[in-house]
C-alpha cells in the first residue's frame, strides 16, 4: 500500500466519483517496491460497488488523462499490471521514481504445487435417516391425522398431507378435518 500515492489523489480535483474511487483502490494495491499493481477488473468493481463496463470506461478515461499507465497482459496469468503517473505533490520532496516494467519478465512464482502429490479427501457420507424410521413417522402422523389428534400435527405441512393423500394412505377430508388442508 503507498500511502504517499494515496494521499495524492485525495489531493486531485476529479470531476467524477469513480475515477477518484478506482484511483484511490490501484494507489492502495500498488505495491511500494515496484510501483505497478494488478487487479482484476472485477476486483476493482467490488471494491467501488460498481458494474465491471463502468470500470473499464473510468480506467480509459483515467489513461487518457495521464494519470495511469497499462500494461497489457504483463502481470502474473497474463493480468494487466497498472502504474500510477500521478504528477507530485506542489513543494513535495523529491521522489524515487520506480523503473516501467516493459521488457521485464512479469512478478510470478512458478514452482510446483504440492497439491498433485497430496492424497484424495475422504468423502463424509451423508446422515440420512433411515427408511424404517422415515416410515415409523409417516404410520404416526396418518394414524394422528385419521383420529383427528391436531396437537400432533402442528409442525406437519400441508405438501406432506398431499403426498400422504397420493399414496392413498389418508383421505383428503380427514386431512381437511385436522387442518393440514
Do not use: F
Not at 48 to 55: A, H, P
Not at 62 to 72: D, F, I
Not at 82 to 98: D, E, F, I, K, M
Amino acid at each position: 500500500m503507498s500511502n504517499s500515492l494515496l494521499k495524492r489523489v485525495y489531493e486531485l480535483d476529479m470531476d467524477c466519483t469513480y475515477k477518484r474511487h478506482v484511483l484511490s483502490r490501484l494507489a492502495d494495491r500498488t505495491n511500494d517496491k515496484t510501483g505497478v499493481c494488478w487487479p482484476s477488473v472485477g476486483s476493482l468493481a467490488r471494491d467501488v460497488c460498481c458494474s465491471t463496463r463502468k470500470v473499464q470506461g473510468v480506467l480509459k478515461e483515467l489513461v487518457r488523462h495521464g494519470l495511469v499507465q497499462v500494461e497489457r497482459n504483463k502481470g502474473p496469468k497474463g493480468c494487466n499490471i497498472y502504474r500510477l503517473t500521478l504528477s507530485p505533490a506542489p513543494g513535495a520532496p523529491p521522489q524515487v521514481v520506480h523503473p516501467c516494467t516493459l521488457g521485464t519478465n512479469a512478478l510470478q512464482v512458478k514452482a510446483p504445487t504440492p497439491a498433485r502429490s497430496a492424497p484424495e479427501p475422504k468423502r463424509k457420507q451423508k446422515d440420512t435417516p433411515h427408511r424404517e424410521t422415515s416410515q415409523q413417522c409417516d404410520d404416526l402422523l396418518v394414524s394422528a391425522i385419521r383420529e383427528g389428534k391436531g396437537y400432533l400435527l402442528k409442525s406437519v405441512s400441508a405438501h406432506k398431507a398431499r403426498t400422504l393423500i397420493s399414496e392413498g394412505r389418508v383421505s383428503e377430508n380427514a386431512c381437511k378435518k385436522a387442518g393440514l388442508l
